[in-house]
T-cell receptor, first 113, second 115 residues
Framework: AQSVAQPEDQVNVAEGNPLTVKCTYSVSGNPYLFWYVQYPNRGLQFLLKYITGDNLVKGSYGFEAEFNKSQTSFHLKKPSALVSDSALYFCAFAYSSASKIIFGSGTRLSIRP | DTGVSQDPRHKITKRGQNVTFRCDPISEHNRLYWYRQTLGQGPEFLTYFQNEAQLEKSRLLSDRFSAERPKGSFSTLEIQRTEQGDSAMYLC?????????????FGPGTRLLVL
């Protein structure tokens, strides 16, 4: 089945350190790839998406993601973590810009002061 | 606030009762999506509308579930004869017509607990 995988249920990082949240995809064709973030008791917020072009995508709140076709990965990164980045992060894909989004299982990011 | 809104935010009901949720999309967004999120999982697609037409339904959407968008603006999701397994967060999202650069914007969700 076509899917995205987030291999880590939880990632712990010290404030100020770089962070990486991993995502690999198993989707045929040229999917749209997304990262969303979910804060407690709030809806999903869009961070960034990859369609085509530059493999490094810049998004909201200083996040970026690197698309790697050979490794079928789309890891989320940030150079310097903030405590306020602590949240649940979802990698996702879609077959087109308007179709349903299929989400991974999520990674809980915890930034310690 | 001009984002997607959902009502109610929380609903507690007894097994066997019917419940209805409402979603108001961002103004002029023609596409509206419903997802369901259970604890510890990512959201799962249920159905979506383009204007008033329901274009796709997931097999997760059993006969007890029905969704409408009668005037192409707000949408309702009804669950009949609720079961404990229906307990979840129900998320609504909307999307405009701005081409591939557009994305889905999510509402805060309705958390359903079936006792």
């Amino acid at each position: 089945a076509q899917s995205v995988a987030q291999p880590e249920d939880q990632v712990n990082v010290a404030e100020g350190n770089p962070l990486t949240v991993k995502c690999t995809y198993s989707v045929s064709g040229n999917p749209y790839l997304f990262w969303y973030v979910q804060y407690p008791n709030r809806g999903l917020q869009f961070l960034l998406k990859y369609i085509t072009g530059d493999n490094l995508v810049k998004g909201s709140y200083g996040f970026e993601a690197e698309f790697n076709k050979s490794q079928t990965s789309f890891h989320l990164k940030k150079p310097s973590a903030l405590v306020s980045d602590s949240a649940l992060y979802f990698c996702a894909f879609a077959y087109s810009s308007a179709s349903k989004i299929i989400f991974g299982s999520g990674t809980r990011l915890s930034i310690r002061p | 606030d001009t984002g997607v809104s959902q009502d109610p935010r929380h609903k507690i009901t007894k097994r066997g009762q019917n419940v209805t949720f409402r979603c108001d999309p961002i103004s002029e967004h023609n596409r509206l999506y419903w997802y369901r999120q259970t604890l510890g999982q990512g959201p799962e697609f249920l159905t979506y509308f383009q204007n008033e037409a329901q274009l796709e339904k997931s097999r997760l959407l059993s006969d007890r579930f029905s969704a409408e968008r009668p005037k192409g603006s707000f949408s309702t999701l009804e669950i009949q004869r609720t079961e404990q397994g229906d307990s979840a967060m129900y998320l609504c999202a909307s999307r405009g017509l701005a081409g591939s650069q557009e994305t889905q914007y999510f509402g805060p969700g309705t958390r359903l607990l079936v006792l």
